[in-house]
């Protein structure tokens, strides 16, 4: 159904302990970005909740949480005997929160980015470097 354990090494979740985001969210956070990236594609499976919690040192609760989560959401398919996957269906979120989670976004980068001596408006130039600019195509 999905990718062989051999693609599951590519995708490498790392947890920052100290960065104040819960746990849960940082697995719900790495799992989209996983996907935004194309690191994770629709059918890749996810390793289970207890292998998981194992290679992380942390409660399977934790990843239970955050597997529902993406799961509630469209994100995951779980099925029962199989295991975990990418799901391929395409998320649709409605404008209230498409901006509810870029502020939320924006704001936890904008803290990490303080956190790290960075000023708002280096990060905004930073960030509009990132633009396409005329005339280019990415």
Do not use: W
Not at 47 to 67: E, S
């Amino acid at each position: 159904m999905g990718r062989t354990s051999a693609n599951a090494q590519v995708f490498q979740l790392k947890l920052d302990l100290r960065s104040g985001v819960p746990v849960y969210r940082q697995i719900i956070d790495k799992v989209r970005g996983g996907i935004a990236a194309g690191t994770l594609v629709a059918g890749d499976q996810l390793p289970t909740v207890r292998q998981l919690a194992v290679d992380l040192a942390i409660n399977p609760n934790t990843v239970l949480r955050a597997y529902r989560e993406l799961e509630l959401g469209g994100t995951l398919e779980t099925h029962q005997g199989t295991g975990t996957f990418i799901s391929n269906k395409k998320i649709v979120r409605n404008s209230t929160e498409r901006e509810r989670q870029l502020s939320q976004l924006s704001g936890e980068f904008a803290a990490r980015a303080g956190a790290a001596g960075f000023t708002v408006e280096e990060l905004l130039e930073c960030l509009s470097g990132l633009l396409p600019h005329q005339g280019q195509r990415r």
